[in-house]
């Protein structure tokens, strides 16, 4: 038997148990003799099992949301609502629901599975032992897809990202092994839109939004179905239960009007992570309305723009859009109606949830589903300019909506605009010359070499970010100490200070913010060569290149708005500066450092950043990262801040600075 026989055997046994039993068998019992097999190391059994469990599995989701659709179209309620009229729906329906579930899995509907057998489901566990199985099985196409699948909800696991590098190397596993046997189309068809929009096939894009759009619409009815099954009710003491029936009616509905809310954030969360991706839902109609535009498609386009205004109410970028396609086509237009259809729901169910939440005593927060952040787009279409405008020509592929990017004044006289946001290929960047003298570039690497230890900053780690390089660090409060301590002069360290302060300006200026940037961490480091490249990642969320996105979870430092780098010397070989796309190798920019240079940007995932190998020579500069929440200010720069002003008024400093090193990862 060949390696394919081998691998369809499961598909095999499982249709002839599905033909020769009337119901499906328990997921978890199935699930349970695969475990047992395994710890005999009867490996054929484990494949058989498993697979037979992840089929059963499914097969009770998709009967429990086909029947309870089917009822619920069959037994519709009454028009003229009355109290009798309600009940006897209700009851139509739960006596069609029974024997619908019980046609297709007889006992099992009956069958109550443990949480600790579910959650392993739902944490795809069952496809490690199947990795594991295939592997010994020697059916290594399987093995790829059972270790691909695990990995999109377990990217922690460091075993199995090796297994599948492993994997990738043998030349009998093909990149197409490599398949999410449990990929949601909606999430999948989005991925793969955004992956051709980025490469200007707007067509092909445009088939697959739309694609990703009918998926999720449909998965949204799935899911809401999906919460019709009983609730835990944790907070009562069933024992002691005294409600009245619409006390109870009411109870239970409130329940599963909340689950079925949270379907907004389970659509739009990836396997394996905690928070959704922003914006998820509304930016299918933001790329839809410029691959449209691109293609000539003007209605549609129209259509798509005041889509997404449903979502964004008034949004500036987008109601540009609006009158653009208006005014080229002559005529207005209207938003789509599935979408409309959909938010009705949504607002009407955010105001009966409120309602129930009071009835019953528990606080019910209204979460922001739709975050305003837009995603990664950047540029408009193009409605007039002046000289305070950055333009950028319609045909750049990269850029999507906003074509007019808007800049303020750099503060200072002598700074030099390089390279905006356009010219670099990308969003909120920006490159500038001459943010300091030759003279002060000089005075700070001196400071550098009498301040920095190898890993201050870091914990002492002298390599956190690679084994390949050295760091040296110091903050601002340990060189205004130094200073105090006559250890380097006071003035270099105040020169210090007053740098990153004029980075600040020029960053919050340039970027014409409308609240204050606060320091989130200063520092002035030195990378000395070894080899190897600083990893490619972004600033205030974990990138994730497969999928396309970046995750703003912990340990990222996701408060982080903005961050600079001023070059403090030019003299080494290597240390380019690098942006690149999220598949974190396609270089979109490249940043040659040298004295007084700065490079600012914005610190999510449209700007991931690495820096290339430092080959010869020791490369300087001064790192800042800023934040607009005063909650996360650098506890170190208020207390710069209070040594400054003493300075300033001639104070007398009566006790010692306290040092508070800070974890730069």
Same mark, same amino acid.
């Given at each position: 038997?060949?390696?394919?026989?081998?691998?369809?055997?499961?598909?095999?046994?499982?249709?002839?148990?599905?033909?020769?039993? #009337?119901?499906?068998?328990? *997921? @978890?019992?199935? !699930? @349970?003799?695969?475990?047992?097999?395994?710890?005999?190391?009867?490996?054929?059994?484990? &494949?058989?099992?498993?697979? #037979?469990?992840?089929?059963?599995?499914?097969?009770?989701?998709?009967?429990?949301?086909?029947?309870?659709?089917?009822?619920?179209?069959?037994?519709q309620f009454e028009s003229n609502f009355t109290d009798l009229g309600f009940f006897y729906g209700v009851l139509r329906r739960a006596a069609c629901m029974n024997p619908c579930i019980e046609e297709k899995l007889g006992a099992q509907s009956l069958h109550k599975v443990s949480e600790d057998v579910l959650q392993d489901f739902n944490r795809r566990i069952p496809y490690n032992?199947?990795?594991?199985? !295939?592997?010994?099985?020697?059916?290594?196409?399987?093995?790829?897809?059972a270790a691909h699948t695990y990995f999109q909800a377990n990217p922690e696991h460091v075993e199995m990202g090796q297994n599948l590098e492993q994997y990738k190397d043998r030349q009998d596993v093909r990149p197409e092994h490599f398949v999410d046997r449990e990929a949601r189309l909606h999430q999948l068809y989005f991925t793969d839109a955004v992956k051709l929009y980025d490469k200007g096939d707007y067509g092909a894009a445009i088939i697959l939004f739309e694609d990703a759009l009918v998926e999720y619409f449909q998965a949204d009815v799935e899911c809401r179905a999906l919460c019709q099954g009983p609730q835990k009710f944790e907070s009562h003491d069933h024992i002691r239960y005294r409600y009245s029936l619409h006390e109870l009616v009411s109870d239970h509905f409130t329940?599963?009007?909340? =689950?079925?809310?949270?379907?907004?954030?389970?659509?739009? /969360?990836?396997?394996?992570?905690? %928070?959704?991706?922003?914006?998820?839902?509304?930016?299918? *109609?933001?790329?839809?309305?410029?691959?449209?535009?691109?293609?000539?498609?003007?209605?549609?386009?129209?259509?798509?723009?005041?889509?997404?205004?449903?979502?964004?109410? $008034?949004?500036?970028?987008?109601t540009e859009n609006v009158d653009y396609f208006r005014e080229m086509l002559e005529r207005d237009g209207k938003p789509r109606e599935e979408a409309a259809r959909y938010l009705r729901r949504h607002k009407q169910e955010l105001e009966l949830l409120l309602m129930g939440s009071e009835i019953m005593g528990v606080e019910f927060t209204e979460g922001n589903y739709w975050s305003s952040t837009g995603g990664r787009h950047d540029s408009r279409i193009p409605s007039g300019t002046d000289g305070g405008m950055e333009y950028v020509p319609i045909s750049d592929k990269r850029? %999507?909506?906003?074509?007019?990017?808007?800049?303020?004044?750099?503060?200072?006289?002598? &700074?030099?605009? &390089?390279?905006?946001?356009?010219?670099?290929? $990308? %969003?909120?960047?920006?490159?500038?010359?001459?943010?300091?003298?030759?003279?002060? =570039? %000089?005075?700070?690497?001196?400071?550098?070499?009498?301040? /920095?230890?190898?890993?201050?900053?870091?914990?002492?780690?002298?390599?956190?970010?690679?084994?390949?390089?050295?760091?040296?660090?110091?903050?601002?409060?340990? /060189?205004?100490?130094?200073?105090?301590? $006559?250890r380097v002069p006071l003035r270099s360290a105040r020169?210090?200070?007053?740098?990153?302060?004029?980075?600040?300006?020029?960053?919050?200026?340039?970027?014409?913010?409308?609240? /204050?940037l606060h320091f989130s961490y200063t520092h002035l480091v030195c990378r000395t060569a070894i080899t190897g490249d600083h990893p490619i990642h972004a600033d205030n969320c974990l990138l994730d290149p497969e999928a396309n996105e970046c995750w703003k979870e912990p340990p990222a430092y996701t408060y982080r708005d903005y961050s600079a780098l001023l070059y403090l010397n030019g003299d080494f070989s290597g240390g380019e500066f690098i942006f690149t796309e999220m598949d974190a190798k396609t270089v979109t920019a490249t940043v040659k450092p040298k004295c007084g240079r700065m490079v600012g940007f914005s610190s999510g995932g449209e700007n991931p950043h690495g820096v290339k190998a430092v080959t010869s020579?020791?490369?300087?500069? &001064?790192?800042?990262?800023?934040?607009?929440?005063?909650?996360?200010?650098?506890?170190?720069?208020?207390?710069?801040?209070?040594?400054?002003?003493?300075?300033?008024?001639?104070?007398?400093?009566?006790?010692?600075?306290?040092?508070?090193?800070?974890?730069?990862?």
């Open positions: 038997m060949d390696g394919n026989s081998a691998a369809a055997l499961p598909v095999v046994l499982l249709t002839v148990l599905s033909i020769s039993s #009337a119901f499906l068998q328990p *997921y @978890d019992l199935l !699930y @349970d003799n695969a475990v047992q097999a395994f710890s005999q190391s009867d490996y054929g059994s484990v &494949v058989r099992h498993m697979e #037979a469990a992840l089929s059963s599995f499914s097969e009770l989701r998709r009967t429990k949301v086909r029947c309870r659709l089917r009822c619920q179209d069959q037994h032992y199947l990795q594991m199985a !295939y592997q010994k099985l020697k059916v290594p196409d399987k093995a790829a897809a329940q599963v009007l909340h =689950c079925e809310h949270e379907c907004v954030r389970d659509l739009a /969360t990836r396997p394996g992570r905690l %928070s959704p991706m922003e914006n998820y839902l509304p930016l299918h *109609y933001d790329y839809l309305q410029f691959a449209y535009y691109q293609m000539d498609r003007l209605e549609e386009a129209l259509q798509c723009a005041l889509t997404y205004l449903l979502f964004h109410e $008034g949004q500036e970028f987008m850029m %999507s909506l906003q074509l007019l990017c808007k800049r303020g004044p750099l503060v200072y006289d002598s &700074v030099r605009l &390089v390279q905006n946001s356009a010219a670099l290929n $990308g %969003s909120q960047r920006v490159l500038l010359d001459s943010v300091i003298s030759e003279d002060e =570039c %000089s005075e700070l690497r001196r400071l550098a070499h009498s301040v /920095t230890m190898a890993g201050d900053g870091y914990r002492g780690r002298m390599s956190p970010h690679t084994p390949n390089e050295k760091f040296e660090g110091a903050t601002v409060l340990k /060189t205004l100490q130094y200073g105090y301590e $006559g020169l210090f200070y007053e740098v990153s302060e004029r980075a600040r300006r020029i960053i919050e200026s340039y970027f014409m913010l409308n609240s /204050t020579g020791q490369r300087c500069a &001064v790192a800042l990262w800023f934040t607009m929440d005063p909650l996360f200010r650098e506890l170190e720069r208020l207390q710069a801040d209070e040594v400054i002003q003493a300075l300033d008024t001639q104070s007398v400093w009566t006790h010692s600075l306290h040092i508070n090193p800070k974890d730069e990862l």
